[in-house]
């Protein structure tokens, strides 16, 4: 993909995500699949099966015990660390970004039959990126629809600050923090073909439902990336990488931070900044939903 169609750039601008399909073929979708599968054979650095659900007979059957997420293989799986620098990637987030990106993660969710979702998110909430955001490319290796737990997006949330969290439904929900979306919002289902790339911004909501399938993987190879003009980013992401393989260490970015909430005005809802996480919060020794009840109860004092 030498250039990347105008419409497209203009998309990500004015919604913070654009799906491009078809950006790898199916003989390297197939690939991957082989090459994650064979990985998943062992241990490696990072697995997660996600937090314990308050229901023990899910924690008991639960497939992602399985089959954990993988996450940063580039930094000793050279396949990976090649499809983290690939050029359409480049290419696209140049075009949407208007400079190149900095290479900070990999990621690669096999989500079997019956496997939980991820409450939805915010990205930023994790990458902490300052100034600019975060970036994710979602690649899927098979089809994607709502019974085997697509993505799931909250369009209108590209350009929102990060909100502030509360606690998730961990019997649906591999991760334990979701945030809020207010009346008026939904969410809406991203269906992909093996090959399609989702785009998007690290302040867009987005998760998944549960894998209800029978017999259906939704597998999906993720990288994320940072605006070229970061000076700042959490630890555990570093040291990024530019598109010619140069390793950077960029600042660390503190735990914690604002956080905003829902409210209403003129009938509209829109994001008010009330609230700031403590360093624990962000860290997963704080309750949860502490930071929200705070902000909530600011806004209803007189």
């Known amino acids: 993909m030498s250039m990347v169609e105008p419409q497209l750039a203009q998309q990500f601008q004015e919604n913070g995500c654009v799906l491009v399909r078809g950006l790898f073929s199916p003989e390297e979708v197939e690939f991957y699949k082989r090459h994650y599968m064979e990985m998943r054979k062992t241990q490696h650095p990072g697995d997660f099966a996600g937090v314990k659900s308050s229901n023990e007979d899910i924690n008991r059957a639960d497939p992602l015990q399985q089959y954990p997420r993988l996450i940063h293989m580039h930094r000793w799986d050279e396949v990976s660390r090649q499809w983290l620098l690939d050029e359409r990637l480049r290419a696209c987030l140049s075009a949407f970004l208007g400079q190149d990106p900095y290479a900070v993660q990999t990621m690669l969710y096999f ?6 979702g991820q409450a939805l998110h915010q990205d930023q909430y994790y990458l902490r990126a300052q100034p600019g955001t975060c970036v994710a490319a979602w690649l899927a290796l098979d089809p994607c629809d709502e019974e085997n737990g697509c993505l799931q997006i909250v369009p209108g949330t590209g350009d929102l600050p990060i909100l502030c969290a509360v606690q998730a439904d961990t019997t649906q929900s591999f991760t334990d923090i979701a945030v809020p979306i207010p009346a008026g919002l939904e969410a809406k289902a991203v269906v992909m073909e093996p090959g399609d790339v989702f785009f998007f911004n690290g302040t867009l909501i987005h998760g998944s439902f549960p894998n209800s399938s029978q017999d259906r993987f939704r597998r999906s190879l993720i990288a994320h990336y940072v605006t070229g003009n970061a000076q700042q980013l959490t630890s555990y992401d570093q040291p990024v990488l530019t598109f010619d393989g140069k390793e950077l260490w960029l600042e660390t970015s503190e735990k914690g931070g604002a956080c905003g909430v829902w409210v209403e005005e003129g009938g509209q809802p829109r994001v008010e900044i009330l609230a700031k996480e403590p360093a624990g919060f962000f860290a997963g020794e704080f309750d949860a ?11 209803a004092a007189p």
């Open 111 to 116: 989500k079997p039959p019956g496997a939980r």
């Open 289 to 299: 939903g502490e930071a929200l009840r705070r902000a909530r109860e600011a806004v």
